[in-house]
């Protein structure tokens, strides 16, 4: 279940548990029922093994490949009479 933070004006920062949100951005804090704002934090990246988070990174840009790097792949014939219609 993800946690959401929300900030009461009197009682100050709170976390709830939802199983889904719906976009709800605001909720009744649990010690003066009064209405709080949701609070966005950035996610928790310290916490991610080394290896993801290397993956991660290197997701945000793109590789540039020139041709000979590309792998080798050999085009496959359709098997089917009609290729528009295998699988039904």
Same mark, same amino acid.
């Given at each position: 279940m993800p946690n959401y933070s929300f900030a009461?004006? $009197?009682c100050g920062e709170f976390t709830l @548990?939802? $199983?889904r949100m719906n976009g709800a951005q605001t909720a009744h804090c649990p010690e003066c029922e009064g209405e709080? !704002? &949701?609070?966005?934090h950035a996610p928790m990246v310290q916490r991610m093994d080394? !290896?993801?988070k290397k993956r991660v990174e290197r997701g945000?840009?793109?590789r540039v490949? $020139? &041709?000979d790097q590309m792998p080798s792949a050999k085009q496959k014939r359709p098997t089917a009479a &009609?290729? @528009?219609q295998a699988g039904h």
């Open positions: 009461c004006d $009197t @548990w939802f $199983t709080a !704002k &949701r609070i966005y080394a !290896k993801v945000m840009e793109p490949v $020139t &041709r &009609r290729p @528009w």
